[in-house]
């Protein structure tokens, strides 16, 4: 008998290791075929499943997809809500702001107007004071009278002339016409003064009653006459009065004043002016005012002596 591994098997086992082998064999593929039974249905299980997964994810995707779109569609209303809101509310705002422009401008205007016809009312009422204060009571009226005329028939005489300015240009360039007119006159006008404000033109009474015996109805030219002594440093402040004293004597109706000096006496000037009539000069008396009265005085004391008077009358007829 044979040991080792040149030992051959006997037929009958080699029968027998055969059959095991095919059972063995038999038992690999069945449990192969249950294996790749097993592994297809995993698999198909594991398609369908996929599948599921993948039509769910689809649905998911579309109703994603549609709820976006309809809330892309509700963001995209809302948005053009907000932007008509804003439009709506800017030109809310614009209709507000325009108002307001608006109704600055016309308040502007309207204190215009109101300070401008104050400041008319205003010169209005200074220039009638003005005109009632420097004239006295015996020629408030007439003086009165002629300021009203003047200044009404400037205004008829302006309105003419500013409406053929406008007429021939425009009224933008007449009104700027003005108002350059009117700032050139402020320089121009800045030295003129009405004179005679705050004077006292209440009658003084202060010259004394002529004591010449002649009728009243003497309707001829009267000439008075007036001879002053002064020393010869009070000379020029005796002419600067005096011009002050011509002034005076033309305002109470005097023509004709002349100032002259004495060559026959050193120191003298001689005054002398003419009258209407006696009777005026008799007025002349009455009406001359405080503030005369007061300059008169200034006079007086610049003299060495009293002045002489000497009233020249037209010769009696008969």
Known sequence: MTTGPQMQLSPRIRQNMEKILEAQLDSLQ???????????????SAARTISDDLESLRDLSRESTRDLKVEVAQR??????????????NLNHGKIVTGRVVAMILSGIA?????AGAAWIAV???????????????????????????????????????????AHSSIGTSQLIAAIGLVLAIPLT?????????????????????????????????????AYDMPAPARAEFLGLMKEQRRSRRAHGGYGWVLREDASVPGRL?????????????????????????????????????????????????
């Open 190 to 226: 800045a030295r003129a003064r009405l004179s005679g404000l705050g004077a006292d033109q209440s009658p003084a009474h202060h010259w004394p009653e002529a004591d010449i015996p002649l009728p009243d109805d003497n309707d001829g030219p009267t000439t008075i006459w007036i």
């Open 76 to 89: 995209r209303a809302e948005s053009q809500s907000l932007l008509q809101e804003l439009e709506q509310q």
């Open 111 to 115: 204190l215009a107007g109101l300070m």
């Open 270 to 318: 001689i005054e002398s002016w003419h009258e209407a009539s006696w009777l005026n000069h008799l007025r002349h008396h009455d009406r001359v005012s405080r503030a005369e009265a007061e300059m008169q005085a200034r006079i007086r004391a610049l003299l060495t002596s009293s002045p002489e008077i000497h009233h020249l009358i037209t010769p009696r007829k008969g």
């Open 124 to 166: 209005l009422s200074s220039l009638n004071v003005a005109a009632q204060s420097v004239l006295p009571d015996w020629v408030r009226a007439r003086g009165l009278a002629i300021f009203l005329t003047v200044f009404s028939g400037a205004m008829a005489l302006g309105s003419l002339a500013w409406g053929t300015v406008a």
């Open 30 to 44: 069945s449990q192969l075929k249950r294996s790749n039974d097993v592994l297809r249905k995993t698999a198909q």
